[in-house]
């Protein structure tokens, strides 16, 4: 998880009302009628506009290829600006497709719709013949915007999917995840685990000197000394497996060898 990561997933919720044009939104409605204007959010100039606003224009390329526009009516799309067809906005790839089709930069894809078929005006340029050769199948009934990303539906958590897409899966995530366990514990427990605890072994901690906080003794101290060797750290651990009823026996070796715990030889608490 990073921050980077987080503020752009909770930008992309307002970027995604402005595509799915959430007018109950007094901000979004403020966004399409004076900001936009004729333009659309996936072609507006990026580099006009507040810093604020540059920020989230830029973040559309992004979650551009998580989204689908069903075509329905096709009166709440528009024919250049929107990215409905496969080759995306129109007006990007083909500069001149109004003039060469005869149709306004502002028309509605339901121009060149009639009776829910494809009806285009005749192309004089070769180059804009293009767009009839991958046009996409006519829905009828509501327009709709589909988020196809990660997760069912768009979301916070699709978002984030998206900005920092998810790791390979560690043997060790189960440790990590339950509503019973403590915020701070579990902090914790994953800088152990990735061995990333400031312990004095640190080189730029060995001022403070290397011996264990914990037991006093001359011992080197390292995440495995702390945790599984430390007597003081075994004796917490044996007054409080009682409570947690676990009988079992721990052999940090186990967890060493399976990637679980780094480094140390094998002990048994």
Known sequence: MTILALNKSFMSKHLWKIIVA???????????????QDNSIW??????GPWG???????RETLRPCITYRIGSANSFSLWHDPWHDLGPLIIRFPQGPRHSATSPAAPLSRVIRD?????????????????????PIYGGQDRVIWTGPRDSFSFAAAYDVFLPPGPKVDWS????????????????????????STLDRPWLQHLGTDCVLCQASTLETHYHLFFLCPFAVECLHEIRPLLFFIG?????TLRSSGLWPGGAASTW
Request: hydrophobic content about 50%; aromatic content about 12%.
């Open 116 to 136: 829910g078929s494809w009806h285009w005006p005749p192309i004089i340029n070769m180059e804009s013949m293009d767009i009839t050769h991958f046009l996409p």
């Open 53 to 59: 606003w540059r920020k989230l224009v830029r973040l």
């Open 174 to 197: 189960s440790l990590l995840v339950g509503s019973l366990k403590i915020p701070r514990h579990q902090f914790i427990l994953w800088l152990a685990i990735l061995g990333r605890i």
């Open 249 to 253: 026996r721990i052999v940090a070796g």
């Open 43 to 48: 072609t507006v100039n990026i580099r006009s």
């Open 22 to 36: 959430d007018r109950s939104s007094i901000w979004v409605d403020w966004i399409i009628r004076y900001r936009l």
